[in-house]
């Protein structure tokens, strides 16, 4: 675990490099493939889009707060056309926070912006704990969450999940693992379909999730694997719980 943390985090100071001139651009999508491209790019962009918390559904509980440092990779193969470059893993770091509420409640928010992309994101969701867990019993939570993408001016994207997850902790590690439905609208501007033909997208993907959860008082770190769609995304994250 520490060593695919550590991986993780030099991918995340080495994106800037990486990501130069991979603006997206819908224009590359152009001839007898051209739609089809654009649903393969969608798809893939609703895999890395979408919301992932990277915490397990355990409550914070009136008084907590959690804000981390997250980054993420999705493996994607829709995106070299889009960005004119041979992309094969698509790196977002993000800012993320989550404040507890009374009743079970959690809500959480989270904003990326990709260095040297014209990618720039931002999302929240609202949790709720069936069951809050314990000592005998694990913790059950259902959320809800949307993702909206800006800074690309070619393109209206936003997704919308919904999913449920189970979590049980064992001293300091809490494993979790969760199954959800997410929504996707992907919609090009009227210069671009105007200039392309493109249409707007709209389609669901399945998800599923796994991960674990390490609380060492204070200093908080979390890693998943999500499969959203047919691409997988691993994330990590270092939080500091209040």
Known sequence: MKKNLTLLCVLGCFAQPVFAANNINLTNFT???????????????????????VTP?????????????????????????????????LIIPKLHAFKGLPFGIDVGAFYSAVPTTNIKLYGGELRY????????????????AMTKLSGVSQLAFNTKSL?????????IFTPYAGVGRVWVDSTPDAATTAATGLTKETFQQNKIFV??????????????YDKTGSAPTYSAKLGFRF
């Open 57 to 89: 559904p355990a409550p914070l509980g009136i008084t907590g707060f959690d804000m981390g440092l997250e980054v993420s990779s999705t493996k994607v193969n829709g995106l070299a056309t889009a960005t004119n470059s041979s992309m094969t893993n």
């Open 163 to 171: 999913d449920i997850s189970i979590s049980k902790g064992f001293a």
């Open 211 to 224: 991960g674990g959860n390490l609380n060492f008082g204070l200093v908080n770190v979390a890693m998943e």
């Open 31 to 53: 001839g007898a493939t051209a739609q089809s491209d654009f649903k393969a790019f969608s798809q893939d962009m609703g895999s890395a889009l979408s919301y992932k918390a």
């Open 129 to 144: 704990a069936i069951l809050e867990g314990g000592v005998a019993l694990p913790a059950v939570g259902i959320r809800g």
